[in-house]
């Protein structure tokens, strides 16, 4: 099993689908091929710290989750070489070409990217929307040997075929009142281990999102005292899309951007779905009509 998020921000994996991937290493272990993709160059998010300062901690800050998550990591780079500037991502043909390239070399089963607002009104983040729009648009093209050979030269006599992976849409916290679920993942027994990844972005929970003034939280000044506002903001996320349990879990909408699962695999795939939090008579239709 080869599963990958793309996402806009480094720290933004941790929120979103950490819980996932952990829970998901413990059922296979070695037999799961776990990656992230971070498609911006973190340099914009900071109020005292200079771009290239912040840029070389947050990237530091995400090397040294993915050591304690046990996750392979890459910063995204254009055909130039340079990862997309943060704070200003634009959906453009290098853009493109270099998910093609990066989705085609890791050939993920599963991809999980953020979502995209269906009401006008929802609010965005300018980086994660181009995120999700550029994974809905190159979708296609992940089997399509030439599309971006401009762009990464190759031999066009010798197609290599690739898998199209099955792209599920994360939780979005910055699309206020426009998100929803298809299946409600269980993540409680890897809390703990989230707590410890996320705890790597100090950058950002002690510094950054307390000052930008976004999340009304203090800076954490502990661990545990991290764990506790980190699980108010799952419980919290829980409430607004009507969940009511003691346990957390995190949330994925199943899309048909990509290859179209069936929905008994999505049930034998993906791990830890609670029925009862989750909307699978809902799904299940839909996954027909896909097909």
């Known amino acids: 099993m080869r599963i990958l998020c793309i996402h806009a921000h480094f720290d933004d994996f941790e929120f979103v689908a950490a819980g996932i991937f952990e829970v998901w290493r413990r059922k296979l272990g070695s037999d799961l091929k776990a990656k992230v993709i971070v498609c911006t160059d973190g340099k914009a998010g900071h109020h005292f710290r200079t771009r290239e300062e912040t840029g070389r901690i947050r990237l530091q800050e995400q090397q040294e989750s993915a050591r304690i998550g046990g996750y392979e990591f890459a910063s995204l780079k254009l055909p130039n070489g340079h990862s997309p500037r943060e704070a200003c991502l634009q959906v453009t043909p290098d853009l493109l070409a270099s998910l093609w390239k990066a989705i085609r070399e890791f050939e993920p089963d ?158 034998k795939d993906l791990p830890n779905i609670i029925p009862a939090a989750s909307n699978l008579e809902r799904l299940k239709e839909r996954l027909i009509r896909f097909s």
Not at 110 to 128: K, T
Not at 201 to 222: T, Y
Not at 248 to 266: C, H, K, R
């Open 110 to 267: 599963y991809l999980f990217c953020p979502p995209l607002a269906a009401d006008p009104l929802a609010g965005v983040h300018v980086d994660h929307i181009a995120v999700a729009q550029a994974v809905r648009q190159v979708a296609y093209m992940i089997n399509v040997p030439h599309a971006f050979t401009l762009e990464y030269p190759a031999d066009e006599t010798k197609p290599q075929p690739c898998k199209v992976p099955v792209i599920l849409n994360v939780y979005d916290g910055y699309m206020a009142g426009a998100n929803a679920l298809d299946v409600a993942v269980d993540i409680e027994e890897a809390f703990p281990k989230v707590c410890e990844m996320s705890w790597c972005h100090q950058s950002q929970i002690a510094e950054w999102l307390p000052w930008v003034g976004r999340h009304d939280m203090a800076p954490p000044k502990s661990l545990s005292d991290w764990s506790m506002a980190l699980r108010q903001r799952f419980e919290i996320r829980q409430r607004k899309l009507g969940v009511e349990s003691p346990r957390l879990f995190e949330f994925f909408n199943v899309t048909a951007w990509g290859t179209v699962p069936s929905y008994e695999q999505i049930l």
